[in-house]
């Protein structure tokens, strides 16, 4: 399932300044966003830990009430794996997981856009969008102009 890319990633390149403000704010939201996954990523792990541990005990209690003809370690582990319930708990942690990463791709995303702030306010600094030479107007007038330079440096017409 692809994701979007979040609107808020985006640079005005006329609002340096305000962009620049903006950036802590979205840190501190990204980090905030993942904590909370990694948080429940934890939880989620800690119920399927639970869960195999009930289902482990009660098919030794019980091995015919799930089927089992033997209770050995391999057998019980097994029979917990295909368990409907350890299943549905799995699926929830696969999902929880995913949005753990997207939100890790995230937090990567808005520490990539404060490196691009940083470049782009020192282009600025340096009068990088300062209007350019508009005497010459295409490279063929600047190659041009050049070679008349070398013609009459070498003597040439």
Known sequence: MKQEKP????IDLASLEEECQLQPGLMY???TQLADQRKNSKIAKN???????????AMR???????LSKTTDKAVEDAVLAHKDYQELLKDLIEI???EDVCESF???VVDRKKELENLVQLHGQMYWSKADTRLKTTEQSREKIMQRVNKKSGKK
């Open 29 to 31: 939201e990204a980090g």
């Open 47 to 57: 119920k399927l830990k639970l869960k195999a541990a009930e289902l482990g005990n």
């Open 7 to 10: 609107v808020a990633l985006d």
């Open 61 to 67: 209690e019980r091995p015919d009430d799930f089927g």
């Open 107 to 109: 937090k990567d995303a």
């Open 97 to 99: 997981e995913y949005g």
